[in-house]
């Protein structure tokens, strides 16, 4: 926090955006950082619909993987911070996640949106059914609702949808601070979010390794690993706001 921001911290509506870069102390690899490849793949490859259809084994195969490595990682202080400032604030407060894993669900974040979809769930392709889910989907998989091989992994690739949209954009539209932690920038509509922020007339903070796509449209920067920058941050902020609440 600067001292030059535009309000004595007294917010009441807070939006939380975390991306990949929350996770990466935890152990779960970024989606950019390993010069253009995700777990040895291109996300062409495996996180298309079109790469479904192509080769479904291979992307069920890739995503099995994925919600196995969940067995081996755990919330980090990042994760927990949040969960921790979410239960003392008493203002209202929304955490949208572009991660799939299931980190901040461990971490005990409550009011929690996974707006690209999460490797504990699968769906159905005919009926839309989500199921939760913990094992691997192989051909001879069945769906509970159709009885067929039907399943495919709960989240969104690239050219679908994201979840929860309608919610995210009312509470961005209504927020008074935005704060953005372990993202690149380079997906929309998330990358975006800061700048609908910034019309709700909300201050706009970016926490992450280094400076995102969209670094610009944010009014506060910091820099450095989101494990120990986040929680201080959110300390400050969390005696600020009470303090400007007891004022
Ligand atoms: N602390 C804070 N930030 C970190 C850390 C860390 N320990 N480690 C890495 N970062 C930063 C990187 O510098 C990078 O800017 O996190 C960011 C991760 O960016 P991406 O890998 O692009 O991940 P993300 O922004 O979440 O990707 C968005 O793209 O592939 C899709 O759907 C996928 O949700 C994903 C979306």
């Not at 992307?59 to 980090?76: G, I, M």
């Not at 949040?82 to 991660?99: H, K, P, S």
């Not at 913990?134 to 998989?141: E, K, R």
């Not at 979840?163 to 509509?189: K, W």
């Amino acid at each position: 926090m600067t001292a030059n921001s535009a309000r004595p911290y007294a917010y009441q509506r807070i939006v939380v955006l975390t991306g990949a870069g929350i996770s990466a102390e935890s152990g779960v690899n970024t989606f950019r950082d390993n010069g253009g490849l995700w777990e040895n793949h291109r996300i062409e490859d495996v996180a298309t619909p079109e790469a479904f259809e192509r080769n479904p084994e291979l992307v069920q195969r890739f995503y099995n993987l994925r919600r196995a490595q969940l067995t081996e990682v755990k919330p980090n202080a990042a994760h927990l911070a949040l969960a921790n400032f979410e239960q003392e604030y008493d203002g209202e407060f929304l955490l949208v996640t572009q991660n799939v894993d299931d980190l901040h669900d461990r971490a005990g974040s409550q009011k929690l949106l996974h707006m690209h979809g999460e490797l504990k769930k699968v769906r159905c392709v005919r009926t839309h059914r989500v199921y939760d889910w913990s094992d691997d989907i192989t051909d001879n998989t069945l769906c509970e609702c159709c009885q067929q091989p039907n399943l495919r992994p709960h989240i969104v690739w690239f050219g679908e949808m994201p979840l929860f949209m309608d919610e995210i954009y009312r509470a961005l539209q209504s927020c008074d601070l935005f704060i953005s932690v372990g993202t690149s920038g380079h997906v929309y509509p998330a990358a975006g979010f800061v700048e609908l922020a910034t019309q709700a007339g909300a201050d706009t903070i970016e926490i992450n390794l280094e400076p995102s796509q969209v670094k610009d449209a944010f009014q506060e920067h910091i820099y450095g690993k989101a494990g120990l920058m986040l929680p201080m941050y959110l300390t400050k902020l969390l005696q600020a706001c009470q303090a400007s609440k007891d004022a």
